[in-house]
C-alpha cells in the first residue's frame, strides 16, 4: 500500500523492525533511487570508501547493512582476490543484490551482533547504514571488534544540514523534493521522509569521529563530501 504521509521517526525500541519493513518495500528502486538523488556521485563515494579501506590482494572486507551490495561487489572488482561478506537484515535488499552477479557472499545478521570472530577482516565499511542503527557506538565496536589488528573501518554516511543559503537549499531538497520523488519511484513517500529526518538526527561529522574514537579506534581523520552533505569516516584498529 502506498503511503503519502510523513512518518514520526520511529522511537528507538521499533526502529529496527520500522528500517526493515521500510528497506523491504523499497527494494526494487533503491539502486535507481540512489543514483538519481545523488546525481550519481554515490558511486563515486562508494569507490573512494573502498580506496580508504587499503585492502591488500586476496584481503577480506566486511560490508555491514550492505543493502544490494554497492560498496562489498566495488571491494571485489578492485581489489584482486578479495574476499568479501555483505551483510545486512533485510533479506529483499540482498536478493537485489545476488542478482547483481557473483564474488560477494551475502550474510543475513544484525549490525550491533556481528557473527564473526574477532580480528577477522582487513577491513569493515558501512554505507548510509549507520543512521539506522539503534545505537551508533555498539555498532562501531563490533566493526572494530571484528577487525584486524591494523584494520580499517570506514563509515560513509550523510551528515546534518549544513546552516546558510546552501543549508536552506540543501533543507528544501533533502526534505521537501526528495520524498516527492521517492513517492513517484518507488511508491514509498513515507521511506523518503524518513531519510532526511534519520540525517537531521544523526551525530556532525565530528561527534562521529569522538564515537569512533570512544570505541577504541585509532588515527580518526573525516573528509567532508557534496558541498558538506556527505563525510567519510576512517578510523584503525
Request: aromatic content about 8%; overall charge positive.
Amino acid at each position: 500500500m502506498r503511503s503519502s504521509v510523513p512518518p514520526v521517526l520511529p522511537p528507538d525500541h521499533q526502529k529496527a523492525a520500522y528500517v526493515r519493513r521500510m528497506f523491504a518495500a523499497i527494494a526494487g528502486r533503491y539502486d535507481l533511487m540512489n543514483r538519481l538523488m545523488t546525481g550519481g556521485r554515490d558511486q563515486a563515494w562508494r569507490r573512494l570508501v573502498i580506496e580508504l579501506a587499503d585492502l591488500p590482494p586476496e584481503g577480506r572486507l566486511l560490508d555491514v547493512a550492505t543493502g544490494t551490495g554497492d560498496i562489498a561487489f566495488e571491494g571485489r572488482r578492485r581489489v584482486a582476490g578479495a574476499q568479501v561478506v555483505g551483510l545486512d537484515f533485510t533479506l529483499e535488499m540482498m536478493q537485489v543484490g545476488r542478482r547483481k552477479g557473483q564474488g560477494v557472499c551475502f550474510v543475513g545478521g544484525d549490525a550491533l551482533r556481528l557473527p564473526f570472530a574477532d580480528d577477522t577482516f582487513d577491513a569493515v565499511t558501512s554505507g548510509f547504514g549507520m543512521r539506522n542503527v539503534t545505537d551508533i557506538a555498539a555498532a562501531f565496536a563490533e566493526q572494530r571488534r571484528v577487525a584486524r589488528p591494523g584494520g580499517r573501518v570506514i563509515c560513509l554516511e550523510t551528515t546534518p544540514p549544513p546552516r546558510g543559503v546552501w543549508g536552506a537549499l540543501y533543507r528544501l531538497y533533502f526534505f521537501r523534493l526528495v520524498p516527492i520523488l521517492g513517492g513517484l519511484i518507488s511508491g514509498q513517500r513515507a521511506a523518503y521522509t524518513y531519510l532526511p529526518h534519520s540525517t537531521a538526527r544523526f551525530p556532525a561529522p565530528e561527534q562521529v569521529q569522538a564515537i569512533m574514537e570512544g570505541v577504541g579506534l585509532r588515527q580518526v581523520r573525516y573528509r567532508r563530501l557534496m558541498l558538506g552533505t556527505v563525510a567519510i569516516h576512517v578510523g584503525v584498529k
